[in-house]
């Protein structure tokens, strides 16, 4: 199976380089977080990403940006929070993505994706949605045995619990840099939502 590649999260790019490319992500909190932002950089030097589950890969929306966010909020009242477990290291042999398996909490992920991959947030993915947390891309085939490995040994040395509960989604927009901006973050099962930038036209 392929994927493409996920959003950053939370790199606080420039306003003014801001792109028509979206995604919705859901934020991992600390200790798990620190362990994976930490582990990527030693897989991938230089990657400053955040740990994060991507729910809406990257994509062009059909209408506005200001549509899509009033959707995600509506959508996410009618979606509870959850638990999601992290499980082993496995690879997309079709791009030489090195990931940590998702256990329990995929089904939830694959019915948010569903109930908000339609109207304003719509887009005709290329791959088939296969929930993940992304430890390693854009590297080589000669690369990806030896970056496996190393993560493989990372993660059975981490001893902190390996899940967390889902409540909180933010929706991002990326930049000509490839530094992703958090536009707004909602509640799931709440009305609860901030707008943390403003969005743009």
Known sequence: MSVVPEPAGGCNGSLADRIDSYALVSYIPEPLAGFLNRLRRELVPDCFLNAHVTILP?????????????????AAVSLPPFDL???DIEVFTGTNVVYLAIGKGMAQLIAMHQAMNRSGLWFAEPFEYHPHVTLA???TPEQV????????????????????????????????????????ECHLGSRKAELLEPILA
């Open 137 to 139: 891309q854009e590297i």
């Open 58 to 74: 990257p994509r062009r929306l059909p209408a506005s940006a200001e549509v899509g966010w009033q959707q995600v909020r509506e």
């Open 145 to 184: 045995p030896a970056i496996a490995d190393l993560a493989r040994r990372r993660w059975r040395e981490f001893s902190s619990p390996r899940s967390f509960h889902v409540e909180t989604i933010t929706f991002v927009q990326n930049t000509r840099q490839n530094l992703w901006i958090d536009l707004g």
């Open 85 to 87: 477990e992290l499980d």
